[in-house]
């Protein structure tokens, strides 16, 4: 696979960029499929792989696949059909058991997307691909199986943009070269990551200057005051801003409290719930958030993982204490900035380094704010 560094794009946009990053996957792998989500990142990577097939003069349908995750509103799951029955591309849509979890003061809890023994949200349309014998997946084993039928090499193409996080941030910094493409636990499959360096306004440029049409979720989003997304309400994330899909959606906020009706006691006591208060009845050490995680994450792999990701953290931090780096910020691993975001549900994958500790950070491990002041 050839190599396509810094210095090949210095004088190009991110909408060039993007297209010939694009191009290279095209050539470099055997399958090809994009991700759509009905958003806003991942409609703009579909209409840019149009773009570049048109320019390569490629006939074939471009293969597209959407997986329902089954507490999707409405107009969402009507632009994706659109899109799926126009005929215009091989687009494959997916209606699996699907591992997931929801947020509730602080706990995270796992739910099974499409399980077979609760009321579903909505029924899937009859062309959906459904799972065989009863199979429950997870993120990685969703691929595998999406990915099963294609030949060699495969290449899914994604919408993820490096500043919607700094966990995204960080999955695209991790290489030099082709930093875009990202592995899998499927050795065959990677992840495409072509508009990571788009920011939002360049996603709604693209749209305007090319008159493209998109869910109309994120329009009424922004009358709404929050952050534009269509992913799953019982996320972290979107949780804790439960109480604005009443406004947003209320006969979908009547769907999803029918049937998970915990979310009510997340959306009455979110802003109300101190955080803090809770750290602050463990011991300040590895042993008081391993403790919080035993006592709070009930769900056995969402434990395992969370241990996991702290102990990944507090390994790194001692090397680094070792080595006399960051000493200023603990590592990049306060002992409190690690038990936050353990409480916020942010263990999915590696916990990132915090840039600049807190006076807060200094004194829940015992020092002062004369220590603080030496590194301020």
Not at 205 to 226: A, T, W
Request: glycine residues 4%.
């Amino acid at each position: 696979m050839g190599k396509l560094g810094k210095k090949h794009y210095i004088d190009k946009n991110v909408y060039e960029m993007s297209k010939e990053r694009i191009k290279h996957i095209l050539e470099s792998f055997d399958s090809v499929l994009v991700a759509f989500s009905g958003g806003k990142d991942s409609l703009t990577v579909l209409h840019l792989v149009e773009e570049v097939y048109n320019e390569m003069g490629k006939k074939e349908k471009i293969k597209v696949f959407f997986r329902d995750e089954e507490v999707i509103p409405d107009n969402v799951i009507n632009f994706v059909k659109q899109k799926c029955e126009s005929g215009k591309y091989d687009f494959r849509y997916y209606a699996i058991p699907l591992k997931s979890t929801k947020f509730i003061l602080g706990k995270t809890e796992e739910y099974i997307q499409w399980d077979k023994n609760r009321k579903w949200l909505r029924n899937p349309p009859e062309y959906a691909i459904r799972a065989e014998n009863d199979e429950i997946f997870d993120q990685y084993t969703a691929d595998t199986f999406i990915c099963k039928n294609e030949k060699g090499k495969v290449a899914i193409l994604t919408g993820i943009r490096a500043d919607e996080s700094l966990v995204r941030h960080s999955s695209c910094c991790t290489k030099r070269d082709e930093n875009y493409i990202n592995d899998t636990e499927d050795k065959r499959i990677k992840i495409c990551k072509p508009i990571y360096d788009f920011t939002e306004r360049d996603i709604f440029l693209y749209f305007f200057k090319n008159r493209k049409e998109y869910c109309d979720i994120y329009d009424l989003e922004m009358l709404n005051k929050q952050p534009l997304r269509v992913a799953t309400p019982l996320h972290a994330e979107s949780a804790k801003i439960f109480d604005k899909l009443k406004t947003l959606n209320p006969i979908f906020y009547q769907q999803l409290i029918d049937i998970f009706p915990e979310m009510l006691v997340q959306e009455k006591y979110w802003k109300e719930y101190d955080r803090t208060s809770i750290i602050y009845q463990y011991e300040h050490s590895e042993i008081g958030i391993k403790k919080y995680i035993k006592e709070n994450i009930k769900d056995n792999n969402e434990r395992i993982k969370a241990i996991k990701r702290v102990k990944q953290a507090l390994t790194t931090r001692k090397n680094k204490l070792k080595n006399n780096e960051g000493k200023q910020n603990f590592g990049g691993y306060p002992l409190l900035y690690i038990f936050k975001t353990v409480l916020a549900g942010g263990y999915k994958r590696a916990i990132q380094p915090k840039l600049k500790a807190s006076l807060e950070d200094y004194i829940y491990e015992g020092l002062t704010e004369e220590d603080y002041n030496k590194y301020k």
